[in-house]
Structure formats: structure tokens, C-alpha cells
């Protein structure tokens, strides 16, 4: 698997763990902040995979 696709699966990993901390602490704002970035590496692997 290219790099820069292990780079966007850690990075979105990392975010959707902020993004769990984050609603775990009642703050909803950051919560939806980092799922909303955690997406945008999603569509990267996405594209990836042909989807």
C-alpha cells in the first residue's frame, strides 16, 4: 500500500479517536470538527480504492 495511503488511514484513525474523546467530554463542536476532517481522509481512501 503507498505511504501516502497508510499516511490518510493513521491520520483518520487519529481523528475519529479526537473526535470520540472529544464527544466523550460533552464537547459536541470539536466532536463534529474532527469527524468532519476524519471524513475528508476517508474520500482520499476511497478514491484509493476505486469507490
Not at 5 to 33: H, P, Y
Amino acid at each position: 500500500m503507498p505511504t501516502d495511503i497508510d499516511a490518510s488511514r493513521d491520520k483518520m484513525k487519529s481523528l475519529l479517536a479526537q473526535a470520540d474523546t472529544a464527544v466523550a467530554a460533552g464537547d459536541i463542536f470539536n466532536g463534529q470538527k474532527f469527524i468532519d476532517l476524519a471524513e475528508s481522509e476517508l474520500k482520499k481512501l476511497e478514491r484509493f480504492a476505486g469507490h
